[in-house]
């Protein structure tokens, strides 16, 4: 009933930048946190960034200053913009959702397919 979905991944070349989407939809009360996470190969998933509903921020160390992440409350839609692209970022980008399907819900995380992203010359 609820579904998230990742869009705006894809090839490119180390330098370049790309922006990501993830859009809930389906029937839900209300969303809090939502959040971009990441897999390369070999590697555990990890944490790029999350935004609570208010506009609060986290980042990993690491990339605070090349990724930026925002969202859409009326379009129910997460970003992540991502620049100066590097090969070590290539890997399956997630994303999530904490919310509430309705309002005595007490809320549960929900995650996306995942998106490519490639970054190679």
């Known amino acids: 009933q609820v579904q998230l979905v990742e869009s705006g991944g894809g090839l490119v070349q180390p330098g370049g930048s790309l922006r990501l989407s993830c859009a809930a939809s389906?029937?839900?009360?209300?969303?809090?946190?939502m959040g971009w996470f990441r897999q390369a190969p070999g590697k555990q998933r990890e944490l790029v960034a999350a935004?609570?509903?208010?506009?609060?921020?986290n980042y990993a160390d690491s990339l605070k200053d090349r990724f930026t992440i925002s969202r859409d409350n009326a379009k129910h839609t997460v970003y992540l913009t991502m620049n100066n692209l590097k090969p070590e970022d290539t890997a399956v980008y997630f994303c999530?959702?904490?919310?509430?399907?309705?309002?005595?819900?007490?809320?549960?995380?929900?995650w996306g397919q995942g998106t490519q992203v490639t970054v190679s010359s």
């Open positions: 999530n959702a904490y919310l509430r399907r309705t309002v005595v819900d007490i809320g549960r995380v929900y």
């Open positions: 389906g029937s839900f009360f209300d969303i809090n946190n």
């Open positions: 935004i609570g509903s208010a506009g609060g921020t």
